[in-house]
């Protein structure tokens, strides 16, 4: 169960700490950068809970789908 709430955890950390990073002026395809980020995990951030959906173990998985 640990490992399927750090996955989980993974959009949130990467928003967040790329926040700094790629807050400017530069644009890409005449998006800015920083949009660009926040919509790249947006977009990801279904794939990271489907893994750790199926990386809970099969009787807590049955329980979470009810």
């Known amino acids: 169960m640990a490992r399927s ?12 700490v790329g926040i700094p990073f790629v807050n400017s002026d530069r644009e890409v395809i ?16 279904p794939l990271f809970l489907l893994a750790a959906h199926r990386l809970l173990p099969e009787q807590e998985r049955e329980e979470s789908t009810r």
């Open 5 to 16: 709430l750090a996955v989980g955890f993974i959009p949130f950390v990467g928003m967040l």
């Open 30 to 45: 005449g998006v800015p950068l920083l949009g660009l980020w926040i919509l790249a995990w947006v977009i990801v951030t």
